[in-house]
């Protein structure tokens, strides 16, 4: 491992993981589709394969998405949805870390719908919000982004 690798307590995504996650995250906010809210959002997850095939390869990556927005404006996409689909359909369906990026001032934390979204795959992912601000980058655990979640236990899964 190099000397910066550091598991964070709640996961098992290396710090260099989420410096990586958190470059993704930026360079994705420069592609949303945004003409409407001009709100521009990244995202990037590290997700696992639960069986890779063969055993051990390529088991983890990241993915990112950004918000897509439609004149419709219920049927705009959000970052996290569009990069936990990407991951989804590659069969990383075990998200441990969501990072967040907004070109702003201030960190951004994740919607409500967005939370429920990250739930489905990562109920003990870390999720952290990036910005243009130097310093801190809130962070925090699905746990209290969403206490008391409805999810896959609801329905006998997971
Ligand atoms: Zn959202």
Redesign the pocket.
């Known amino acids: 491992m190099p000397p910066r690798e550091k598991l964070f307590p709640t996961t098992k995504v290396s710090a260099v993981n989420m410096d990586a996650l958190a470059a993704s995250a930026k360079e994705a906010s420069k592609h949303a589709y945004c003409p409407y809210s001009k709100f521009r959002v990244g995202a990037a997850v590290y997700a696992r394969k639960p069986n890779p095939e063969p055993p051990g390869t390529d088991a983890e990556a990241i993915f990112s998405g950004c918000n897509t927005e439609n004149a419709n404006y219920t049927l705009t996409l ?1 970052a ?2 569009s990069a936990i689909a990407k991951a989804v359909e590659l069969g990383y369906t075990d998200i441990l870390a969501v990072v967040i990026y907004t070109p702003t001032e201030t960190a951004t934390a ?2 409500g ?2 939370r429920q979204v990250i739930n489905e795959f990562g109920p003990r992912a870390v999720v952290v919000a990036t910005c243009d601000a130097e310093g801190f980058s809130p962070r925090w655990n699905m746990s209290k982004l969403l206490p008391d979640a409805f999810g896959p236990h609801n329905l006998g899964k997971g």
Request: hydrophobic share 0%; with cysteine; proline share 14%.
């Open positions: 959000h996290e949805h994740p919607c719908s967005c």
